[in-house]
């Protein structure tokens, strides 16, 4: 198992104060052993996501990381040119050498598509088409005129990950030998509000599994939330200061923290309580990436750098994770 940090860049500052405290998350996760960050694309709504540039942030990153594989989770392929993707990426994964992990997605909030010129009705459309782009793209493939990519990219091929809600995107990432990401949380069926998020993603992950071609190795991500502090009371304190700013689809009363607890997905308190509530999730016995990150407690810059080395000296190794050695290559075959 690989050991992840994510990032919504949600840090209670300016948008260049986020950015710098983000960069700062990252490298303290590179330090503390850490074989991986994300972050994830947002436009327009600064309390959902602080960066619609992921790629360019991830270039900032890599010059002042060394070892840690850098990612996004994810870019919004919809709403990109995917020749640009293709290009911009293959740019950053030789800045990188060759660091990069790519996820991509077909996005979640209708209102982002309008300033782009989408109808989000369309979104999984485009996205198959897009997605078949980029893939043509990294492959050498003539695309139009024939032009084909400059620089080559081809081991992006092998970084490719899909974010997906449902059964029908775990075959899809599977039977194209990509990488699947699972969410953090996830909306509950009505026929099953009480479902737990293991039991909405057992499915998904089933349909992976079922759809990989034979001889190609799994690549699953399971994000989930988690902050650690050193006392339990300090961890609930913030959670109920995060949890409270949270929208939820059904109404909880302001002081049932248990249960806002239960219905965003956290996982939070001292090492031993964190490692107790991830244990009872049977996702993560199947994946091969478990990826932290603090949406949506979201506290403060010293508590998450502190979280992250809680995680990286307790919380993981109770989990099976071993820091693996800076040469280690991810494979894909």
């Given at each position: 198992m690989r050991l992840g940090f994510?990032?919504?860049?949600?840090?209670?500052?300016?948008?260049?104060?986020?950015?710098?405290?983000a960069a700062e998350q990252i490298r303290h996760a590179e330090a503390a052993g850490f074989d991986s960050a994300w972050v994830a694309q947002h436009h327009f709504d600064g309390t959902e996501g602080g960066l619609p540039a992921p790629l360019v942030f991830l270039a900032h990153v890599a010059a002042v990381t060394s070892r840690i594989r850098l990612g996004t989770g994810i870019i919004t392929?919809?709403?990109?040119?995917?020749?640009?993707?293709?290009?911009?990426a293959a740019?950053?994964?030789?800045?990188?050498g060759g660091r990069l992990e790519v996820g991509v997605g077909s996005g979640g909030t209708p209102s982002s598509f309008t300033p782009f010129g989408h109808d989000s009705a369309n979104r999984s459309a485009v996205y198959a088409e897009h997605l078949a782009v980029l893939v043509n793209a990294w492959s050498g493939a003539d695309l139009g005129a024939g032009n084909r990519?400059?620089?080559?990219?081809?081991?992006?091929?092998?970084?490719?990950?899909?974010?997906?809600?449902?059964?029908?995107?775990?075959?899809?990432?599977?039977?194209?030998?990509n990488g699947l990401m699972l969410s953090r949380t996830q909306p509950r069926p009505v026929d099953d509000p009480q479902a737990t998020l293991a039991r909405i993603q057992r499915p998904i992950v089933d349909a992976y599994y079922?759809?990989?071609?034979?001889?190609v190795a799994p690549r699953i991500?399971?994000?989930?939330?988690?902050?650690?502090?050193?006392?339990?009371?300090?961890?609930?304190?913030?959670a109920e200061l995060g949890?409270?700013?949270?929208?939820?689809?059904?109404?909880?009363?302001?002081?049932?923290?248990?249960?806002?607890?239960?219905?965003?997905d956290v996982h939070v308190g001292t090492p031993q309580d964190?490692?107790?509530?991830?244990?009872?999730?049977?996702?993560?016995?199947?994946?091969?990436d478990l990826v932290f990150q603090v949406h949506s407690v979201d506290p403060p810059h010293p508590l998450i750098l502190r979280s992250i080395e809680l995680l990286a000296t307790e919380v993981a190794p109770a989990l099976g994770w071993t820091p693996r050695p800076a040469a280690t290559e991810w494979s894909t075959t």
């Open positions: 994510f990032s919504r860049l949600l840090d209670d500052v300016p948008p260049g104060e986020r950015y710098r405290l392929l919809p709403l990109e040119h995917p020749v640009r993707v293709a290009e911009d740019v950053l994964d030789l800045l990188t990519l400059y620089p080559p990219a081809p081991r992006l091929l092998g970084a490719i990950w899909e974010a997906t809600f449902s059964v029908g995107g775990g075959a899809r990432a599977g039977r194209a030998g079922e759809n990989l071609p034979p001889g991500m399971a994000s989930r939330t988690a902050f650690v502090a050193d006392s339990r009371a300090e961890a609930l304190r913030y949890l409270g700013r949270g929208r939820l689809p059904f109404e909880l009363p302001d002081s049932d923290l248990d249960q806002r607890i239960a219905a965003f964190v490692i107790d509530s991830l244990r009872a999730d049977p996702t993560l016995e199947r994946v091969t």
